[in-house]
């Protein structure tokens, strides 16, 4: 588990301080897919950049598995940064070495942990390089994994960008790490290849267990393959919690302006009480405005709707403006309550 507790990081610069993260508390579990959002700025780099302690935090503790990174010494710290694994936006690859290089890289450098039994039968903790047959072994066993078997002998100039990315999470794996921190992991890719590199680290997440943190601008990135949420804002916090929860009900301003920009732009304009639908799955959508007309006698107008419907089932937010007349918006919201649609009055 990964805890982050009042952690606070503050630059100096020409212009004086710049606080770029202020008593930043976050939990993240084992096993789970981390999303983190905010505005180009707000922090979420440097939040990312002090789990590993690639960052040094100005206060506060970042505790990993138990473990207070902020008080271990170098040596211990270089042990624990095995652990974690980290891809880059522009992804970082070494150009002057090939494919299988670039992943064989991390073992040339660290020193994996192995237990030994010494010659009285005694289990001892020893850290050693890893042979060459192995690391040959690993490598080729990662670029499987990441589907580029065939490239092993290329260089990073020869691939697409989401080759490339599939070589630096590879090369991100190679010492076999429990976490896994993306930053704009996929902000350089197209859709269809940011698809790609998402189902390979949801199937990375389900099936070698590795917790993943994703740091992105986009939207449906989170919605894609994260469980959890935070979002923050001007460096802190402003709100987090499952994606589902987080994403229905967006409460601080912030987390509105990403969420739900289009719903927040449109329900700013005309006039009337408005109200905010929103689909769980539990509903479908067309009876429920429908119902309202034909039901109720009441007109609704529909302001914004984004909707989906998967498995016959309605997912989404709508907006609708209710009659002036306070007896039929009465009813309106009635006949939404007793249809077990959850509306907010507030947009
Ligand atoms: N090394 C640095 N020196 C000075 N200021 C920095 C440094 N790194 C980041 N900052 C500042 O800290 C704030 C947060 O930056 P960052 O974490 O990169 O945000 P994000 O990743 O959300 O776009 C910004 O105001 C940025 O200018
Ligand atoms: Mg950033």
């Known amino acids: 588990m990964i805890e982050l507790i009042h952690l606070g990081k503050i630059f100096s610069s020409a212009n004086g301080p710049i606080v770029a993260l202020d008593d930043i508390d976050l939990r993240i579990e084992d096993g789970s897919v981390y999303g983190i959002i905010g505005l180009s700025g707000a922090?979420?780099?440097?939040?990312?950049?002090?789990?590993?302690?690639?960052?040094?935090?100005?206060?506060?503790?970042?505790?990993i598995d138990g473990e207070?990174?902020?008080?271990?010494?170098?040596s211990r710290l270089l042990q624990i940064r095995q652990n974690i694994g980290m891809i880059f936006q522009n992804f970082n690859l070494l150009e002057q070495r090939t494919v299988f290089e670039n992943v064989r890289f991390p073992l040339e450098i660290s020193r994996m942990r192995r237990e030994i039994r010494d010659k009285n039968g005694k289990t001892r903790t020893v850290f050693r390089r890893m042979g060459k047959e192995e690391?040959?072994?690993?490598?080729?066993?990662?670029?499987?994994?990441?589907?580029?078997?065939?490239?092993?002998?290329?260089y990073p100039s020869q691939l697409s960008g989401g080759q490339k990315q599939r070589v630096a999470i590879a090369r991100a794996l190679a010492t076999n790490p429990k976490y896994l921190l993306c930053d704009e992991a996929t902000s350089a890719l197209d859709p269809n290849t940011t698809n790609s590199i998402l189902e390979l680290l949801r199937r990375i997440n389900q099936t070698l267990g590795v917790t993943?943190?994703?740091?992105?601008?986009?939207?449906?990135?989170?919605?894609?393959?994260?469980?959890?949420?935070?979002?923050?804002?001007?460096?802190?916090?402003?709100?987090?919690?499952?994606?589902?929860?987080?994403?229905?009900?967006?409460?601080?301003?912030?987390?509105?302006?990403?969420?739900?920009?289009?719903?927040?732009?449109?329900?700013?304009?005309?006039?009337?009480?408005?109200?905010?639908?929103?689909?769980?799955g539990e509903n479908s959508d067309t009876p429920i405005i429908s119902g309202l007309a034909l039901d109720c006698g009441i007109a609704v107008n529909i302001l914004y709707a984004d909707t989906k419907n998967i498995d016959g089932k309605t997912f989404g937010h709508m907006v609708i403006t209710l009659p002036d007349d306070e007896g039929q918006a009465k009813r309106g919201r009635k006949y939404l309550s007793e249809h077990g649609v959850i509306f907010k009055e507030e947009i």
């Open 212 to 280: 993943i943190i994703v740091i992105t601008h986009e939207m449906r990135v989170v919605e894609s393959i994260c469980s959890e949420v935070a979002v923050i804002d001007r460096s802190s916090i402003a709100e987090c919690g499952k994606v589902q929860d987080v994403f229905s009900f967006p409460q601080s301003e912030i987390a509105k302006e990403l969420i739900i920009p289009n719903l927040i732009r449109s329900a700013k304009s005309g006039s009337g009480t408005k109200l905010r639908l929103v689909f769980q």
């Open 43 to 63: 922090g979420k780099s440097t939040l990312v950049r002090c789990i590993n302690l690639l960052e040094r935090p100005t206060s506060g503790q970042v505790v």
């Open 135 to 154: 690391a040959r072994a690993r490598v080729n066993e990662l670029l499987e994994l990441v589907g580029l078997a065939d490239r092993a002998r290329s």
């Open 68 to 74: 207070d990174l902020t008080k271990v010494k170098k």
